[in-house]
């Protein structure tokens, strides 16, 4: 597999999942990320306002990036679809809507913020990118885990090598734009501090967040996941100490009790 090929699941099985379904949680979290998924396009929407538009490998790259997370959601669709379940263009078209005022302000807030942090702003969103494709990753394995249905367990195997990729462009193009600029380094650690929440949050409903972090990470194998990304964050310039997943996390449970 090329670093630019779409995701490929024609020679699985999905339509056993007929016969075996996932259980009711673990359909749950399916629907969240297959959601989140097909989102992507908007955050590049939203990128695309800000210096990174003229940096030719960060725009090479997020064409590959937007083009493989809309087959995962693709992949995920099918899932849905061999449930009897609403999917794709069917599921997320309300679910834009219901974004409303949200969806079209952040537009001019990312345009702004452009402006005013300039190619810091940029290492903003490396590093943002880097510990989304972290949560991201993680929450493919702690489902494939919980779920323990091998059919999905090679599909979303499948998502996380590709995830794998867009994290090592991520976090490479992070650490290298962190260890260039002290300013942008005082930046990214507010912006994350400030705004930062689990992958989904703002676009899904917060009972459904709150659900996703309580299914997938209360045990004890969930929350060494979380403190292994707290741990890779560590390690970029200037963002040790943050524990954004493990104090995210645990905001998120405390809500739901």
Avoid at 11 to 35: E, N, Q, T
Avoid at 188 to 214: D, I
Wanted: charged share 25%.
């Amino acid at each position: 597999m090329t670093a630019v090929d779409r995701l490929t699941w024609d020679d699985l099985d999905i339509g056993a999942f007929s016969s075996k379904p996932l259980d009711d949680d673990s359909l749950r979290c399916l629907r969240y990320m297959h959601d989140v998924e097909y989102h992507t396009l908007c955050y590049l929407r939203d990128l695309l306002l800000t210096p990174a538009h003229a940096d030719p490998t960060v725009t090479a790259f997020l064409g590959v990036w937007v083009y493989q997370e809309y087959w995962h959601g693709e992949a995920l669709a099918s899932v849905l679809a061999a449930h009897d379940e609403p999917h794709g263009a069917e599921r997320i078209a309300p679910m834009r809507r219901r974004l409303g005022w949200k969806d079209k302000v952040r537009p001019m807030l990312m345009g702004a913020g452009g402006i005013l942090g300039g190619e810091d702003f940029v290492a903003a969103h490396m590093a943002w990118g880097a510990v989304n494709e972290w949560m991201t990753q993680a929450g493919y394995s702690l489902l494939s885990r919980r779920a323990a249905h091998p059919l999905l367990s090679e599909l979303v195997g499948r998502i996380m090598r590709q995830e794998g990729l867009h994290i090592d462009f991520y976090a490479n193009q992070a650490r290298e734009r962190l260890a260039a600029s002290v300013r942008a380094q005082r930046l990214v650690r507010f912006a994350l501090q400030r705004f930062w929440k689990p992958v989904g949050s703002g676009v899904m409903p917060e009972a459904e967040t709150q659900f996703l972090a309580r299914y997938l990470m209360t045990d004890e194998v969930g929350r060494e996941a979380a403190r292994r990304i707290d741990r890779q964050i560590d390690r970029l310039p200037g963002l040790a100490g943050l524990e954004l997943v493990t104090t995210a996390i645990a905001d998120a449970l405390s809500a739901a009790a």
